[in-house]
């Protein structure tokens, strides 16, 4: 009886060890949910606080020609207007829902106080509150964001 116990409780602990590894592995696998919403998060807080250089690392490399039309449309009036806010835009990440093979996913980010362009030849206005949604796709190791144009918020 005392072998079978310490079988049994050698038994018990190797699959507990193997549990154990599984979950460590998955939570810091790069295709996690973590790593995806850290990522939209990242992107959304450069993005909306016109941190476009800094959003780039974030984005698939077709997505950089939206970066670099919006960083063209900054004007020294905006750059002057980010100056004055007394704090930037905060971002919030809300729902994620994952399409097809999990290789594509959408993120809704709520963004508060940000400063949003207008239509050429007007100034720049704060938006107290908004909501936009991101696509994902994994690639290369990693949740990038894909702009198919600017983001735009949900009316």
């Not at 154990?20 to 996690?32: E, I, K, R, W, Y």
């Not at 959304?44 to 950089?64: D, G």
């Amino acid at each position: 009886i005392f072998r079978l116990s310490t079988t049994i409780k050698n038994t018990f602990f190797a699959i507990m060890l193997i549990i154990v590894m599984l979950n460590f592995v998955s939570c810091n696998h790069p295709g996690s949910e973590d790593s995806l919403t850290e990522n939209a998060d990242s992107f959304s807080c450069h993005y909306f606080n016109w941190q476009y250089q800094k959003a780039l690392r974030y984005v698939t490399p077709e997505s950089e020609k939206w970066l670099r039309f919006e960083a063209s449309q900054v004007h020294h009036v905006d750059v002057d207007m980010l100056k004055s806010m007394d704090e930037g835009a905060a971002c919030e990440i809300g729902e994620v829902t994952y399409l097809n093979d999990d290789s594509l996913a959408t993120v809704k980010v709520d963004v508060k106080n940000y400063l949003e362009k207008d239509t050429i030849g007007a100034a720049s206005h704060v938006v107290e509150k908004a909501t936009f949604v991101l696509n994902m796709v994994y690639k290369n190791d990693k949740w990038l964001v894909k702009l198919n144009s600017v983001p735009r918020r949900l009316k």
